[in-house]
């Protein structure tokens, strides 16, 4: 190896950026710094041989580069396109069917660029460089039946397809199209043509897309094919980094540098928050002008009846409950078609938190039940407890204090592992992100100093390997009836808290207190109200148990708690006044 004769090639390496070469024996150059060998090799001068000549030994394939390696020209469209792709992608591994990308989301794409006349209509709003060229599909605005063309094509573009596919493959299908032009109309400030004009538009009655709103576009696509993942679920599938979202840029092809007010547009600092996506997700379906969702019906996953089902089994709450729940849902309505199904172009689009709502229900059910006052639940709990101790063969009733006890402890070691988690995550991207050529190579540097400062501490912390990104699941409480270590309630009676008064089932518990003063106390005569401040710590605890399940903030677990609760007693305030003016009739 000989550096000297090394010194005349000067570009910068393409693992580190650094100009610091050395010489195989092959006559290849390699980066001292970190040892990438490339296929470049030196020009030899072979005298022996043919006097006076020079011989030229280059890679296969070397091609001019563009100006300052810049590569590719593309649009900030494209590059949100590259990952909706890669979250479609990642859905498909978690097991969602290949039509989710190819006849759903690529579809909503395809629409929204047409809506936000980037693609797809006779004059795109560029106003730099050149024009994508698009097909030219006659496409109406406004009737979502009439654009059989813009819902027939089902491929994402070359360069977002996995590298594992053929060539023909690729050739075959009809793609959205990227230039690969020179990049002298790039934006100085940008690596995309079009990133300083983008950052700066504000365009009223288009929906500006974001990183957050490729979640949203997500979403809508799973709930139109009714699948059995909730807005919780993809979230927290983000979260432990099973579907694209933090760095996602970092995915790009080589060819799509990014740099400037890039940085501003894809850099994401913050996880998703429930509250801003499915308020993005009702947005993004009624700018698309998208038609009535297909019905949710009681067979699928995102009825209620279903989704408390799950989040009893999982919370290890009895089985029983399920008869419970499933009677408020009929009582409220919630469980009606027209209720659940999602409806874009209605006079007041909106969908309905299937998670939330569904969990708001056992709340419910179990303020109904054990009325959830720091009093009652616990004396309860003495009786289920003596009954327990005299009938060891019989069923077991369900003692609301053991299970608190096991909930409490499984929810705060769970709690503690994922702040630890979040703690120890690593904001920063493999591929450094800077604002102009000229900081690229700080910018690389300091990366390569954060890499090894990262891998010395871990060094000196902890010896043993971190543990691989965990399989994912929709569980994240497992309960079985093998489990020697914790008690599963699924198979409990509820017959502590339940008394028979002909062939109906009653609480025996009368009273209950309602969640917010929003709504009138003539509901029910015995309904008191409390302040969030003197909430009792047992109903607090399954506030904060369900919200970490969910993800979400008390907050709005609470507020659709009040909501089930207005539902159900303006029903039963209805009912008790139809039944009064009855009497009255049969009195006169």
Known sequence: MDLEEAEEFKERCSQCAAVSWGLTDEGKYYCTSCHNVTERSQEVINTDLIPNAQIKALNRGLKKKNNSEKGWDWYVCEGFQNILCQQAEALKNLGIGPELKNDVLHNFWKRYLQKSKQAYCKNPVYTTGRKPTVLEDNLSHSDWASEPELLSDVSCPPFLESGAESQSDIHTRKPFPISKASHSETSVCSGSLDGVEYSQRKEKGIVKMTVPQTLAFCYLSLLWQREAITLSDLLRFVEEDHIPYINAFQHFPEQMKLYGRDRGIFGIESWPDYEDIYKKTIEVGTFLDLPRFPDITEDCYLHPNILCMKYLMEVNLPDEMHNLTCHVVKMTGMGEVDFLTFDPIAKMAKTVKYDVQAVAIIVVVLKLLFLLDDNLEWSLSNLAEKHNEKNKKDKPWFDFRKWYQI??????????????????????????????????????????????????????????????????????????????????????????????????????????????????????????????????????????????????????????????????????????????????????
């Open 407 to 588: 909930m409490k402890k499984a929810f705060d070691e769970k709690k503690q592992k994922w702040e630890e988690a979040r703690a120890k995550y690593l904001w920063k991207s493999e591929k450094p992100l800077y604002y102009s050529f000229v900081d690229k190579p700080v910018a690389y540097k300091k990366r390569e100093m954060v890499v090894n400062l990262q891998k010395q501490f871990s060094t000196l912390v902890d010896s043993t390997a971190t543990a691989g990104k965990k399989s994912p699941s929709s569980f994240q409480f497992n309960w079985t009836e093998e489990d020697t270590d914790r008690t599963c309630f699924h198979g409990h009676s509820l017959q502590g808290v339940l008394k028979e008064k002909g062939q109906s089932l009653l609480t025996k518990n009368s009273l209950y207190w309602l969640s917010t003063q929003k709504f009138c106390r003539c509901y029910c005569t015995h309904v008191t109200t409390y302040e969030e401040s003197n909430y009792s710590l047992s109903y607090q605890f399954i506030l904060n148990l369900f919200s970490f399940l969910l993800r979400i903030k008390t907050s709005l677990l609470h507020e659709e708690v009040s909501l089930v609760e207005k539902k159900l007693f303006e029903k039963k305030y209805s009912v008790t006044k139809k039944k009064s003016r009855s009497k009255k009739a049969r009195r006169h």
